[in-house]
């Protein structure tokens, strides 16, 4: 084990799986308390005793990204058991593939709601704990390349996803004079259980061209990523290595989008 992250405590949400599952493991690899925030408590507890199991630290706690009241109550837990809040990763996402022209209204709501205002919501949750605080800390958004690009079959996703970049930008202006930084990352095709759905949807959709294999063959380096190839980033995000940098996005996506 490691020691970048010696002593911090860092709320992940969606952590139970996926690329939060990996950010959780790594960061409790470091050092920090890793608290694990998701919609399943069973889920995150699980995680919670493979992390205990391998020497680290972590705690899990039942947030709903898109309930402020929730978000509140799971950092109000954490500083119960940790005692403080040093960097918070908004993580948590989801994705509902439509045609373009079939897309809804509910659709759109649900997808937006979710990944983008889940986003604000948890950005100014955690910057109101680390004012109390006294100032300073470290929100981490996952953003992605359908950010940057939109894609057809998840319109949506991909507007939210641009959104969240923005609100990245505004928080670290918003922010900045309490000494709070706000980044993020951007990853592309991921080998995750949401990627395993999303190629399922796809196909049911007509849309089976688009899916997991076929993006990834666009890679320049050959492969989709796995969830580890995120963590280091991540790490740095949340260490004190990064603290000359806010507002900004990383892409992490194997060269798959270059702008």
Excluded at 63 to 90: C, K, M, P, Q, W
Excluded at 168 to 178: I, K, P, V, Y
């Amino acid at each position: 084990m490691a020691d970048r992250l010696r002593g911090r405590t860092i709320v992940v949400t969606g952590g139970a799986s996926g690329i939060g599952a990996a950010l959780a493991i790594g960061f409790a690899a470091e050092g920090a308390n890793a608290v694990i925030a998701d919609l399943s408590l069973e889920a995150a507890d699980a995680l919670v005793a493979q992390i205990r199991s391998d020497g680290g630290s972590a705690s899990a706690v039942r947030v709903d990204v898109t309930d402020r009241e929730s978000v509140r109550t799971g950092i109000s837990d954490t500083i119960e058991r940790h005692g403080r809040l040093d960097a918070y990763f908004n993580n948590a996402g989801m994705n509902a593939p439509m045609k373009f022209l079939d897309v809804t209204e509910q659709n759109f709501e649900l997808v937006l709601r979710v990944n983008t205002l889940g986003v604000l919501i948890g950005i100014q949750e955690a910057a109101k704990q680390f004012i109390a605080q006294g100032g300073g800390g470290k929100v981490v958004n996952t953003a992605s390349i359908a950010g940057r690009q939109g894609f057809s079959s998840f319109a949506p996703y991909s507007a939210a996803k641009a959104a969240v970049i923005s609100l990245t930008q505004s928080g670290a202006r918003a922010l900045a004079e309490h000494g709070i930084t706000v980044n993020g990352f951007a990853p592309g095709v991921v080998a995750t259980p949401l990627w395993t759905k999303l190629d399922r949807e796809l196909e049911e959709i007509g849309e089976g061209q688009n899916g997991f294999d076929s993006m990834a063959s666009g890679i320049l380096l050959g492969r989709a990523a796995d969830p580890a190839d995120i963590v280091p980033t991540g790490i740095f995000l949340a260490a004190p290595d990064s603290d000359y940098i806010t507002g900004q996005i990383i892409p992490i996506e194997g060269g798959m989008i270059l702008v």
